[in-house]
């Protein structure tokens, strides 16, 4: 069922009327039968794992939760008996068993990941291997159900574990209020990630209607289409064709192609979140947020601070710095420090544990070598801008630029051109072909393809885009609303005929100007597929 | 005034600009068929009509551009009607005849055949043709049901806007001037071409693997065989006397044979092209698919006088609620003839501006 389907708003109609006519206590348990409802009609299937997961992770925190307390209670009466090294092994052994049910538990879920996403790529890439020996013959691909969102609810549910573990807090004691967290329905499929202590204050309470609530909820879902159907869906027709043929589209296409991409994506991917947290909220439940204005950022790690905030945040947490201080990092720093000095080696832990971080977020985003790529691009533009670090200090030292508007707007497209450069292997079928179209973009440049008529044979109108242009203005203006604060808050804070002009415009814009229907092809989220 | 009131009315009032822009929206979206393709607008004119009709034709071109109610009017006093619509899908005709039936008590129904080689939906702009312009009742619900294609929505029938949205870059004059209204573009039904284009080679049907209509058709046909004669409707199955879309031998013995079993009136006017009159070098604007107003006047001749003889038919000429309603169509059609003519002779082509 897709965000913008009627399906997906007829049984929204119908989830948001039945939560409000229930009695409160009533309404996690009905949210629980909606959500497993949603993921039901997507593919009956796709359940057994949903639960699976949530089954697992539930009653291996239970068990570790529960080990604690008995342990912590066990440890308070008997502390005074024991010697300190009596303390320290009490508490290894303690953790020992903690650790097992932590990592049977861990690596069945991420097994389930690894096998149900990557076994075909996995599949391909040794076939690769046996062909290049001169094998002609191959593994057979295995045809594995993906279940829909199983990256982020998983992850989702990883993050629970772990926290649970390292004792952040007590594990949920009800199954089917933790099934709850891991299937919430408006955040299965693209996120966002969220974390059981945020989602949890307000996903289980009781909630009345309330007028502000819901119509701030409506709005966000609304400005969430807007962005999906007015701009995200009209410049993906431009964007396949430029894909579909890089022969014809290169250069000055093919630059084009990744900067609608970036538009496309961002439209894409935060309206679809807009979507989940208006949603959410019209339920009185407060999903996490996910992106902060990330195209106003003036350097690439300032980015991965404002998009796709949870993700970050979650293998920032959960992976850089478990292993940055792992005992075997450790031993890392000790001996790239003796091997190569202070200032060099003191590196080598935090770059291993970066390329660590940004593979996996590399893999995460899809089962291809491109995501991989795209994942270390990122880790080395991260990386040389670090190193440049001091040319910079030197640089402003000697040119008095930093913080005057033409400088900001400089680190702000040099980001935006970085970011969308390296998004070219989201779109392009493999690794070689996007380094030729990337390189293509200087080799191939011709003054004739600045044609309008080229771009109106990708198969968009000039009102499309034209369309799409007043669109971006409206994104831009908003954005540079938002950053003295909410603008809905704002919009709330003006006349009863003033809001209801802006909401009724907007509204109005989305049902006319949207790329929905026949003659449009539906479009599922990108981040659906991950 | 009393703040509650107030806030009520404000409520009200921004319902009322919600829903008036809506429909404003809607109104100047959809497709108003006034110029180019008309054949969007013919089955909305039906209401417009307040006599009862002797006798109701149902289905597609094959009726719409062959029969002219006004001849059989002014020749026959037959008060009809054409209730036909591009690619009409025979489910579409069962659910007009249905409608019909519950808003008058026709004599006969006739219902042309050619439809019967669809066995499911076929295209979505054709389905639009028919179903926008039904009033909403049962049988436009189940119309649209059985005819939507995958790709279509029942809630874009039920609000347009959603599906004619994107025809905002389409926009021209005749989208605002008929905003609020219709002119008429048929003659009872009847879409009229004066111009000549002869048949000239007629290409022969390509051999089908199967000949066999569909089970869907023929549920269909069923159907409406049982409502005619459930409401004591006589129903005259016909085939239009154009040459193409080919009609197969095979196709001919099915709808014989059906007649036969189910006691109705089969008239394959194919065969009787000759004793028509029908010329193919005169007769057709479009090389043997339609009959031009030539044509479609013999063609109407030649019927009515079996409407009359064989199925007491009464002339209603007489009538003078029914000839004051024809005056007015017979006015419409006259000026239409001379425009066309007129057109024909300046321009080459009846409609200039296409």
Known sequence: ??????????????????????????????????????????????????????????????????????????FADHKKEMEKEERKAAKAKEHKGEKKIFLAILLLNLGILAVTKYTNFTIANINSLISAFGNAEGLSFVNLVIPMGISFYTFQSMGYLIDVYNGKFPAQKNLFKFALFVSFFPQLVQGPISRYADLSQTLFEEHRANFKTISFGLERILWGFFKKLVIADRILVPVKAIIADPGSYNGFYAFAGAMFYALELYCDFTGGIDITIGVAETMGIKVTENFIRPYFSKNIKEYWNRWHITMGTWFTDYIFYPISASQFMMKVSKKSRALLGNNIGKRVPVYLSSFIVWFTTGIWHGASWNFIVWGLGNFVVIMISQELDPFYRWFHSKVNVAGTTGWKAFQIIRTVLIMSSLRMFDCYRDVPLTFKMFASIFADFRLSQLNLQAFIDMGITAQDYLVVFVGLIILFAVSMIQRSGSVREKIYGLAALPQFVIYYSLFMITIIFGAYGIGFEASQFIYNQF | MNIKIKKLLSIILAFAVVIGGLDFAGRLLEPKYMSGILEGAMIGEYYDDPTSHDVVFIGDCELYENISPVYLYENYGINSYVRGSAQQLIWQSYYLAEETIKREKPKAIVFNVLSMKYDEP????????????????????NSIKASMTEEENFIEYVFPLLRYHSRWSDLNSDDFKYLYH?????????????????????????????????DNAYKYLDKLTKLCKDNGVRLILVKAPTQYPYWYPEWDKQMVDYAKANGLDYINFLDKADEIGLDWSQDTYDGGLHLNLSGAEKMSDYFGKILLEDYDIPDRSGEEEVARYWDGVIDRYEAEIARQETNLEKYGKVNPEE
Not at chain 1, 9 to 26: C, D, E, R, S
Not at chain 1, 43 to 72: C, H, M, N, Q, W
């Open chain 2, 122 to 141: 076929q295209n979505e702009a054709y389905n639009r043709m028919t179903l926008d312009g039904m009033k909403w009742s049962m049988s436009k619900v």
């Open chain 1, 1 to 74: 069922m897709l965000f913008t389907s009627y399906e997906f708003l007829g049984f929204l109609l119908a989830v948001f009327v039945i939560y409000y006519l229930l009695p409160g206590k009533a309404q996690w348990p009905f949210l629980l039968l909606a959500s497993y409802v949603f993921y039901f009609i997507a593919d009956p299937r796709y359940l057994i794992f949903i639960a699976l997961t949530s089954v697992t992770t539930f009653y291996g925190a239970k068990i570790i939760s529960d080990k604690k307390e008995s342990f912590a209670g066990w």
């Open chain 2, 182 to 214: 219709r002119d008429k573009v048929a003659f009872n039904g009847y879409y009229m071409r004066v111009d000549v284009k002869a048949a000239e080679s007629v290409p022969e049907g390509k051999p089908l693997a199967d000949y066999a209509f569909g």
